[in-house]
């Protein structure tokens, strides 16, 4: 039996995340999804709030969603990628470097079949090359396609051809 070429794509692609994340380990890889996460989730959330009152002190206009969102963004951001930096020179310090990589490499292992399952989902909606051809053989489209009504379901229909 001879791999499809697209999962020997798949397969680079997931031992290259499963490597980058276990080389940075658990800290700087969890840490930096969720600095990224956690300021867009937040910026979203309050830069309604923050905007009127920017454009109340300054009379910004349309402007102050925008600075309201970026400040939010950044606040957060750098918070939380303090908070990754103390953490790390913490787990360095008491010698469980080992360990941060380990759990890193678990990291890595979820990451890297959420980038593949989001990779099989864009080539099932996209109108340009015919998925069946590409996927037709693939072993992780068989093992990752099965769990696509489920994001069907979060997106409430949004989801094209799934």
């Known amino acids: ?3 499809p070429a697209i999962d020997i794509v798949f397969g680079v692609i ?3 995340v499963v490597l980058r994340a276990t080389i940075r380990g658990f800290v700087k890889e969890f840490l930096s999804a969720a600095a990224l996460i956690g300021a867009i989730a937040l910026a ?3 830069s309604g709030m923050l ?3 920017i454009d109340q002190q300054w009379n910004t206009g349309a402007w102050s969603q925008v600075i309201a969102f970026l400040g939010i963004f950044v606040v ?3 918070v939380i990628k303090f908070f990754e930096t103390t953490l790390h020179r913490i787990v360095h310090r008491i010698n469980l470097s080992g360990l941060d990589r380990a759990l890193g490499m678990f990291v890595g292992i979820i990451e890297g079949i959420i980038v593949v399952a ?3 989902l864009l080539l099932q909606i996209q109108p340009f090359i015919e998925p069946e051809a590409l996927l037709g053989d693939s072993i ?12 069907d379901r979060v997106f ?4 094209a051809y799934v």
Do not use: E, N, W
């Not at 099965?146 to 994001?151: A, H, Q, R």
């Not at 409430?156 to 989801?159: I, K, L, Q």
């Open 1 to 3: 039996m001879q791999l």
């Open 14 to 16: 997931l031992v290259f």
């Open 44 to 46: 979203v959330a309050f």
């Open 51 to 53: 905007a009127v009152t």
């Open 76 to 78: 957060v951001y750098l």
């Open 118 to 120: 989001v990779l099989i």
């Open 140 to 151: 992780f489209a068989r093992l990752l396609t099965p769990l696509f009504p489920y994001v």
């Open 156 to 159: 409430r229909g949004r989801t």
